[in-house]
C-alpha cells in the first residue's frame, strides 16, 4: 500500500497545486490556517495530512478575502480517503506572499503541533516561490550596471530553509508519518520574461534577457528541493515537470500522463 500510495501521491502533489503565482505575490497575503476533513463512509479511521507552504497551499487565487478550498493538501485528501479507505484531515498552515524563512520560522516551527498529531500519516511542504519573485521584480527593475546579488541571495535562502525545514520536520514530526514530500518551483511568467533587461551585463555591456537569467536560478532551487530530499528521507514532487513540460504519453496506454 505504501509504495503504490507514494507514486499516487507523489504526482499528485506536483500535478495538483491548481494556483499560479503571480508577479504581485509579495504584495498580498493571505494567510490559510484551516482543518478539512474527509469523512468517508463506513469508516473508522482517521489520519491527517499537514500542508506547510505559500499561496500554493493557501489557496491564494488572486483575492486576500477568498481562498481555494481545492488547493493541492484537499484535492490529496480526497484521493487518500479512498485509498486507505479512511476519513482524511487536511491541515493547511499556509501564508501567501511569505518568503522561505517565514514558512520555516512562523508555520513549520511555530505550529509544529500539527505534524505532532498521533493521528499524522503525512507531511508536505513548499517554499521559495516569494524569494524568487520578489528577486525577479528587483532585477527587472534594474537600470545602469545589473547586479545579480539579490537572485543569488534568494537561491541560497531557499537551500538554506529548504534543509532546516527537513531536518526539523525529521526530528519533530509523530514517528508514524509515513511520508514526507516537497513540492518544488514552475516557472510563472515563462514566456513574458523572455525579453530583453533594463539593465546591462557588467561584462559583456550588454542587455540579458531576462528568461536566461531567472531560469538557472529556478533550476538550482529545484536541484537543491529534490537533492536533499533524496538524502534526508523526502519525496521530490516535481512540480516544474508537471507545468513546464508537454503533456505526453510515457507508458503508451493511449493517455497522457497529466
Do not use: H
Not at 532546516?164 to 526530528?171: E, K, L, V
Not at 539593465?199 to 555591456?205: L, M, P, R
Amino acid at each position: 500500500m505504501i509504495s503504490r500510495f507514494r507514486v499516487s501521491l507523489r504526482w499528485l502533489l506536483a500535478a495538483l497545486p491548481l494556483l499560479v503565482l503571480g508577479s504581485t505575490a509579495s504584495a498580498n497575503t493571505l494567510t490559510q490556517n484551516v482543518s478539512w476533513t474527509i469523512d468517508r463512509a463506513g469508516t473508522t479511521a482517521k489520519y491527517r495530512i499537514v500542508a506547510y507552504g505559500d499561496s500554493i497551499y493557501a489557496g491564494y487565487n488572486g483575492s486576500t478575502t477568498s481562498a481555494a478550498k481545492y488547493a493541492a493538501p484537499t484535492v490529496d485528501a480526497e484521493y487518500l480517503s479512498a485509498l486507505w479507505n479512511a476519513d482524511i484531515e487536511s491541515v493547511r498552515r499556509a501564508k501567501s506572499g511569505a518568503v522561505a524563512s517565514d514558512i520555516y520560522n512562523n508555520k513549520i516551527v511555530a505550529e509544529r503541533s500539527y505534524m505532532q498529531a498521533a493521528s499524522t500519516r503525512v507531511v508536505t511542504f513548499e517554499m521559495c516561490g516569494n524569494d524568487g519573485l520578489q528577486a525577479r521584480s528587483s532585477f527587472k527593475s534594474q537600470t545602469g550596471t545589473c547586479n545579480y546579488a539579490g537572485l543569488e541571495t534568494a537561491v541560497n535562502n531557499c537551500k538554506t530553509y529548504v534543509a532546516a525545514a527537513m531536518d526539523y520536520i525529521n526530528a519533530n514530526a509523530y514517528a508514524g508519518v509515513k511520508l514526507k514530500i516537497i513540492s518544488n518551483l514552475y516557472y510563472p511568467g515563462y514566456n513574458a520574461d523572455n525579453v530583453q533587461s533594463s539593465c546591462t551585463d557588467a561584462g559583456t555591456g550588454a542587455k540579458v534577457n531576462v528568461r536566461d537569467v531567472l531560469l538557472p536560478r529556478i533550476v538550482r532551487m529545484n536541484y537543491w528541493m529534490c537533492e536533499f530530499a533524496r538524502l534526508k528521507g523526502f519525496q521530490c514532487a516535481d512540480s516544474f515537470a508537471q507545468y513546464m513540460g508537454a503533456d505526453y504519453d510515457s507508458n503508451g496506454d493511449g493517455q497522457v500522463d497529466s
